[in-house]
């Protein structure tokens, strides 16, 4: 698979953008497969996380725009494979491993995953002004989301890079971490959720939750909560569970 390693370790998937000579770049080809791997993912009861990562010194710049046909129209846009999008309607919980410089498209990837884990040597930045393009996979929406409008707009309008301790204090990303540390840690973290269907449920919620009003979103919550089907053992496995987890703690 051209630029694309996919490593299971347990039940974490892990996918690497792999083209470091290109700062891993996406081509046309990659884009596909990358959103192919992602469906196969979320439908594998194997798999209950994936993490997103790229081969050093970088996450990846998104578009590999010397593979972008010209001729493109914009209906033929409308319909182009969308990694943000596929990563945005996936039920299986997907960490983002951001171990370099991690720039428009990468950043929009970055964006729509679960959680966001950076190395110590990760930077973040939104390109597309300075090159004159806008973006389409999710990032006026998301990067507002994460560090609030006024502070997306400077990103967005100067294309100024920020370093990992800064996007950690914005609120873009869940955790820093050495650099050395980042796939350890974040197979940690990946580890660490919850092998039950809630997850998927919890995860919906909040992605259909952050559009409603606080009213719209708790009917949301008791829809959820009154139409899920429940089972004495889930409970029976969640107790054990929590006190596995407080003996050895």
């Known amino acids: 698979m051209s630029g694309l390693v996919v490593h299971d370790a ?5 996918i690497t953008f792999d083209r470091p ?3 891993n770049a996406l081509t046309v080809v ?3 497969e990358f959103c192919q ?11 209950k996380a994936v993490i997103v990562t790229g081969t050093d010194p970088a996450f990846t710049s998104g578009v590999d725009f010397k593979d972008v046909d010209p001729s493109f129209n914009p209906r033929q846009r409308r319909f182009a494979v969308n990694p943000g999008r596929a990563l945005r309607a996936m039920r299986t919980p997907v960490l983002s491993a951001v ?7 990468g950043l929009e990837i970055a964006l729509s995953c679960s959680f966001i884990v950076a190395s110590e040597r990760a930077t973040f930045a939104d390109t597309h002004a300075r090159l004159n393009v806008v ?34 204090r914005l609120g873009l990303v869940n955790h820093v971490v050495g650099h050395d540390e980042l796939l350890g840690f974040t197979t940690d973290l990946a580890e660490r959720i919850a092998g039950t269907s809630a997850v998927a449920d919890i995860l919906a ?17 008791m829809r959820n909560f009154v139409a899920r089907t429940w089972d004495s ?7 054990e569970s929590t006190v596995r987890r407080n003996r050895t703690t």
């Open 99 to 105: 171990n370099g410089p991690c720039v428009s498209g």
């Open 10 to 14: 347990g039940e974490v998937r892990t």
């Open 30 to 32: 990659m884009r596909d």
């Open 37 to 47: 791997l992602l469906e196969s993912a979320d439908v594998d009861p194997n798999v």
């Open 205 to 221: 919620m909040y992605d259909e939750g952050q559009d409603l009003g606080l009213s719209a979103g708790l009917d949301l919550e």
């Open 135 to 168: 973006p389409a996979w999710g990032l006026t929406v998301l990067l507002p989301q994460a560090v609030g409008l006024r502070k997306a707009r400077e990103l967005s309008m100067t294309g100024s890079f920020v370093d990992a301790a800064t996007a950690l």
């Open 233 to 239: 053992k889930d409970f029976q496995t969640a107790g």
């Open 21 to 23: 000579e290109k700062k």
